[in-house]
């Protein structure tokens, strides 16, 4: 009993040095030995009630897996995890546990929480390293036919638990690789893309279809899977895709880039290993990324990567506000980036060959609080400064893209541009037709597109079954 | 896979490729364009759909070899495969029976601008088609143009084939001697769409130019290809590319083509030196 409660804090995982990875692209932290993961999973009281398991969007049974870790059975630990989620190497690093599962673990009231994190990711990776995948049997085909569009994590998701229904599905990727964000987005120092392929690969190999390079509004349209190419159902899991921009002086100047646009030529495009990958990518000498939340932190975590002397990092709001992730920003700080809290950007200079050369910024002072109920920033009038720059990178958030919508014009739409859709089954507007993620709720996590993904898994099992399409309570 | 089902080179730069690609072949129409990448260490490029052939399957892109992308494209073969072949993407082009319309192709423009002229007569209206380029051996298609149009000039900037003039040349003289000329489309260099626009703007002629920004994903994703036209910050991949040319800032499109003017350089010379160690 003594060696179980002894140990309040929990087992950190080794990592890299900040100076030494801010200069590679490797994976930061090293994961957990086995030794430290029992040591970890030891520190689970194993509830009676756990309340971990109401934290997580996709239900995974933490206690039970914890509890093989403890026994050292870690590929079985491993099965567990995956019987609730398909991408348990993904979340394991992705996924903010520290206000979901982890927020409630009992150990966190009087000292830190078990790293479930950790601990899925330890699993995950172990059975990847060791064991074969195995793959679950799969219930008698029913003859149905599902069309998934979007392989990011909502998609992944809603495919799996679906091929696990029995039901044909097909995932539809826009891009030349599945992943979505995983990919294109979440640079490989905190998401190594061979994970990403492991866990797709597992995905085909429950017997999931992947189309890529199918733009749907472009190459086919909703009505046209469903009436022409015989699927029953389809679960629309696009993202926002569309990036938003300030509206300032000067943005549209050389050398300015909206975070997807870098991120997707840093990381989808490997843009770092230019010219033995053919995709260019400016790499600043000083570079100002605007925005306080996880895409910002990458964005300058990926600048300084590409070799950057000087990142700035500009925040309207304070710290306090910040919402990416508390580690992202550790990690970020660690690294060399220079926080600029309460400052904003208000024009860009040309250096008169369509260059970016300088950002013009104010200092902002926190005042009442907004409609998000944070405290709005408010420019505090003279205190005007300037930055040279050579690159900058507005992550200011995403709005919906029209592609696919455009061609819906059956479909309703909410006054903000994204899909109206149930939130407990995903049923929109138009019959046989579901939506989930960011599509639907504008830009949120990893792990909330795939809790989406899982609640529309279960919404179309019951449209199958009962044929039932009511949307009277859908309301904007 | 794609496969490149035939291989044409059209002049000195200019390299056609009919590619197996019957989904897009499908839905493809005057306008549209799609993205490729050669391989897996390929970037992503836009290049206009030339043609379609829905029967066969088969779409057709037309493109110039100018940069380490394009001279490797160039020296794929009939039968060899593309790893990726996006589309159709972008608005296609508005076509209805205007009246009298010229179309304007410059340079390795006069493809994408030869589906839309076809499209046009289809829909009832008189042609009338300018194709120019710098020397002789850059011009091509001159028959198909001739089969859609009801007029072709053609010049050259030196002279050695047909008009010694830039486009604009007959252009003006169209718009000034004609009456009735409704709609101008002009596709080719920035340069070229820049001063159509000029000329026909003292007109008062309505211009639809097709602009060709650096992209990256072409689905509206990531902004590269943004122009600014009336006045607003606008993404050539899906609000366009094709725009009002009296509403776009030719000048800005110009300078952000040039964002990676150094790392396309080093990166064509890399690539031609070690092409010739291969051989």
């Known amino acids: ?476 | 896979m794609y496969k490149i089902l035939n291989k044409e080179e059209l002049s000195d730069a200019v390299v056609l490729f009919e590619i197996d690609a019957p989904e897009i072949a499908k839905k493809a129409r005057a306008g549209n364009f799609i993205i490729l990448k050669i391989n897996e260490q390929g970037e992503r490029i836009p290049l206009t759909i030339a043609d379609f052939n829905r029967e066969a399957g088969t779409i057709t892109t037309v493109f110039q070899k100018i940069g380490k992308t394009t001279f490797q494209l160039g020296m794929l073969r009939q039968g060899d495969f593309l790893a990726d072949v996006i589309g159709p993407l972008g608005k296609h082009s508005h076509i209805e029976n205007f009246g009298t319309v010229i179309c304007v192709g410059g340079g390795v423009g006069i493809a994408p601008v030869y589906p839309i002229a076809r499209a046009l007569k289809e829909a009832g209206n008189t042609v009338i088609s300018i194709i120019g380029a710098r020397t002789k051996n850059l011009i091509f298609w001159e028959e198909h143009m001739q089969n859609v149009s009801d007029e072709l000039i053609i010049t050259t900037d030196d002279g050695s084939y047909g008009r010694k003039a830039v486009v604009t040349v007959p252009l003006d003289e169209l718009l000034r001697e004609r009456e009735g000329i409704k709609l101008v489309i002009a596709i080719g260099p920035a340069i070229m769409m820049k001063f159509v626009c000029i000329t026909t703007e003292k007109y008062s002629i309505k211009t639809v130019v097709s602009l060709n920004s650096i992209m990256v994903d072409g689905t509206g994703m990531c902004g590269a290809c943004r122009i600014e036209a009336g006045g607003r910050t606008q993404f050539a991949c899906v609000d366009g590319p094709e725009f009002d040319g009296h509403e776009v800032d030719f000048d800005l499109l110009m300078a952000r083509q040039r964002m990676y003017l150094d790392e396309e350089k080093n990166a064509l010379e890399q690539y031609i030196k070690s092409a010739e160690t291969l051989q």
């Open chain 1, 1 to 476: 009993m003594k060696e179980e409660t002894k140990q309040k804090k929990r087992t950190s995982m080794r990592e890299q040095q900040p100076r030494e990875r801010a200069r590679n692209f490797k994976e930061v932290p090293y994961g957990y030995t086995p030794d430290e993961a029992v040591q970890e999973a030891s520190r689970c009281l194993n509830c009676k009630n756990p309340a971990c398991r109401k934290g997580c969007p996709v239900e995974v049974d933490i206690p039970s897996f914890i509890q093989l870790v403890k026994e050292g059975k870690f590929i079985e630990a491993a099965w567990k995890a995956k019987e609730k989620n398909v991408l348990p190497a993904v979340c394991g690093r992705v996924c903010p546990q520290e206000i979901q599962c982890e927020s409630l673990c009992i150990l966190g009231k009087k000292g830190e929480p078990v790293a479930i994190g950790n601990l899925e990711r330890f699993v995950a990776d172990y059975e990847a390293d060791h064991g074969e995948m195995k793959t679950p049997d799969i219930p008698k085909r029913t003859g149905r036919k599902v069309a998934i569009i979007g392989s990011g994590p909502g998609g992944l998701t809603c495919a799996a638990d679906l091929i696990k229904s029995g039901h044909d599905v097909t995932l539809f990727e826009a891009l030349h690789k599945p992943g979505g964000v995983l990919v294109y987005g979440i640079p490989e120092f905190r998401l190594p893309k061979s994970i990403v392929e492991r866990e797709v690969e597992y995905i085909k190999k429950l017997g999931v279809k992947l189309v890529t390079n199918a733009v749907i509004g472009k190459l086919y349209s909703i009505d046209e899977l469903m009436n022409e190419h015989g699927y029953d159902a389809c679960f629309i899991a696009t993202g926002a895709g569309l990036p938003v921009f300030m509206g300032i002086p000067g943005e549209n100047l050389n050398g300015i880039y909206s975070a997807n646009e870098f991120l997707t030529r840093a990381n989808l495009m490997k843009a770092y290993l230019f010219p033995d990958y053919d995709t260019p990518i400016r790499k600043g000498r000083h570079v100002a990324v605007i925005g306080g939340g996880n895409v910002a932190m990458d964005s300058a975590r990926v600048a300084l990567r590409l070799g950057a002397e000087k990142v700035y990092l500009i925040y309207r709001r304070s710290e306090a506000e910040m919402p990416a992730r508390k580690a992202e920003v550790h990690h970020a700080q660690e690294e060399g980036i220079e926080f600029l809290l309460l400052t904003n950007p208000l024009r860009y200079i040309d250096d008169g060959k369509g260059n970016v050369s300088a950002v013009e910024c104010i200092r902002m002072e926190l005042s009442e609080p907004d409609d998000s109920g944070r405290r709005r920033p408010v420019p505090i009038n003279g205190s005007e400064f300037r930055l040279e720059i050579d690159v900058a990178i507005p992550a200011i958030g995403t709005r919906s893209n029209p592609v696919l919508l455009e061609t819906m014009t059956d479909l309703t739409i909410t006054k903000r541009g994204y899909i109206l859709a149930d939130e407990e089954t995903g049923m929109t507007s138009k019959r046989g037709v579901f939506a989930g993620g960011d599509i639907v709720t504008g830009s949120a996590t990893v792990i909330l597109a795939m809790g989406a993904g899982r609640k529309a898994a279960h919404g179309i099992n019951e449209y199958f079954k009962w044929k039932y399409w009511d949307t009277g309570t859908l309301s904007d």
